[in-house]
């Protein structure tokens, strides 16, 4: 794969911990640099009290490791920072590194991902699979952080409201706002307004327009047609009908109206609530929505940032509708209402609920900074090395690891739901559908018998010694993948709210490896 501009590697090799730099000097002199080995990134825990999230990142994983080599300045810098007499054959080998040994096995971006099944399996030379363990973890964490936060605003908001990423400004740093409305798109929002996510990776764009607009109208020179002196005809009209004197909506406002207008005539959209949204805002709009109606043009939208969102679009709708029929213009009850302001899971569910009049709902905050969990808690384990499994024993159980080269699957029922992943050690044959298995699911006390109606591999090969296996999906793909997977797990676990947890378990002999290895009882 050629990599041209927008798939250059996000990260650059020192974007990482000193630690991974100290260690790669200790494989050095011990002589183990080179030895082969293998690592893992999983987590542990599904995030915001779930029992889902979506693998996402592995794009800009795969560009990071085709692109990855240390320049000299590089070099020159790690030679500041470690200690003086190091052997300058270490600096030299770092020179020659690059990732021409590494292979990756992975799940799909947009897959379901489970605790402890693993998101990447890194293997290769232990000096350099060491070297890579940070900026991967910080190139799958966020991203899918924010593409499961994403999912789950998704299923509150239902299939049919349009959820417009608006969070750049609100995002911790411009890496993170980009990496947010890339990964908010894949987990099921419509569109961002970031428009360097649109240039560089396609994420539709779109927006509205701000308060600084209607506060400082610009004066435009108009086409053939005065469009304002036909706006002011319009708002008499619609004054008289609305009860209102002809006085009340802010000429201003409406200036600033009419000048969008004149810009966007085919996409002509008010924000509402700059001064009163039913004394100035809505009159408006109306009026210079009808005065481009008797142009030929339709007006696209209203846009409410403050206030209760919910009984507004309601009324909102209501006028529009009466207005219309008044006028006999009847496109104007369907002109899309958009909302925003710090729009969070309980307001997102409010604005959801039938009958709610809303189009279009912008999230900004909610969506960027992952306000129920702002860390997806990804890990990076030692799993084998120089052929041999290796397993992490600690005081905390939780965070024993699960020693080997593995296969991971899918199981499914016979109502085609995901039944639980399943994990075995590499050289098992694959399990069969149809066939009976006695598996350990994590956390119980003992083993169980399953009968899968379907089988699914869930880790593909994605890097062979650096060479990219198969073209990679587009966010597109990747995005309606995601979907098709959330639409095959079982309602229970989609709940938002103390859902059940989903199983994932371990095969006999990959059980028997963690007992031997000392690790007995419920992992």
């Known amino acids: 794969m050629e990599l041209d501009g927008e798939e250059r590697a996000v990260v650059r090799p020192l974007l990482t911990d000193l630690y991974q730099a100290t260690m790669a000097l200790g494989y050095w002199r011990a002589g183990r640099a080179c030895e082969a080995a293998e690592f893992e990134l999983f987590f542990r825990h599904c995030p915001f009290g779930g029992s889902f999230a979506l693998a996402a990142g592995l794009r800009d994983c795969l560009c990071f490791l085709r692109a990855f080599r240390l320049r000299d300045a590089d070099v020159q810098f790690l030679a500041s920072v470690l200690p003086p007499d190091t052997d300058p054959a270490f600096f030299e080998h770092l020179r020659t590194l690059d990732c021409s040994g ?57 299939p049919d409201k349009r959820l417009l990423e608006m969070g750049l400004r609100r995002a911790q740093g411009p890496d993170g706002g980009f990496t947010a409305s890339i990964y908010s798109y894949l987990g099921g929002f419509n569109s961002s307004s970031n428009t360097l996510a649109g240039q560089l990776r396609g994420v539709p764009v779109a927006g509205t327009l701000a308060h600084s607009f209607m506060l400082a109208p610009a004066s435009s020179e108009g086409p053939t047609v005065d469009l304002a002196a036909s706006v002011n005809l319009w708002l008499k009209r619609v004054c008289d009908y609305l009860g209102l ?93 958009a909302v925003s302001n710090n729009i969070d899971e309980k307001e997102l569910a409010r604005l959801a609920q039938k009958g709610s009049e809303v189009n279009i709902i912008g999230i900004g905050t909610s969506v960027v900074t ?95 010694q650096g060479q990219l296996c198969e073209t990679l999906p587009s966010l597109d793909e990747s995005r309606t993948f995601a979907q098709q997977s959330l639409s095959r797990l079982n309602p229970a676990h989609k709940q938002l709210q103390s859902p059940p947890v989903y199983p994932v378990a371990l095969s006999e002999k990959l059980r028997a490896l963690v007992d031997s290895l000392g690790a007995g009882g419920p992992l």
């Open 102 to 158: 590494v292979t990756v096995r992975a799940l799909p971006e947009g897959s379901l991902a489970f605790p402890g099944v693993p998101l990447l399996q890194v293997s290769g030379p232990l000096l350099l699979v060491q070297l890579l363990e940070t900026p991967l973890l910080c190139l799958v964490s966020y991203a899918s952080l924010v593409a499961t936060n994403a999912a789950r605003l998704r299923l509150i908001a239902g």
């Open 370 to 464: 992952c306000p129920k969990q702002p860390s997806m808690g990804c890990v990076y384990k030692l799993v084998s090395v120089g052929g041999q499994p290796r397993m992490k024993l600690t005081e905390d159980r939780e965070k024993q690891t699960l020693p080997g080269s593995k296969a991971a699957f899918r199981l499914l029922g016979p109502d085609g739901f995901f039944l639980m992943d399943l994990l075995q050690l590499a050289e098992e044959p694959p399990p069969k559908a149809g066939q009976e298995l006695k598996v350990w699911p994590r956390g119980a006390q003992g083993p169980c018998t399953v009968k899968p109606a379907q089988v699914e591999p869930l880790l593909q090969l994605c890097l062979q």
């Open 245 to 337: 004197e002809v006085q009340e909506p802010h000429p201003g406002e409406r200036a600033a109206f009419v000048a969008y207008a004149l810009a966007f005539p085919r996409a002509f959209q008010g924000l509402l609530d700059s001064y009163s949204v039913r004394r100035s805002g809505l009159p408006n709009f109306l009026a210079v929505a009808l005065a481009l109606g008797e142009l030929g043009y339709r007006a696209v939208g209203v846009r409410l940032d403050s206030g209760d969102l919910l009984q507004q679009a309601q009324e909102i709708r209501g006028i529009f509708r009466t207005v219309g029929a008044e006028f006999q213009v009847p496109w104007l009850e369907s002109v899309s209402i």
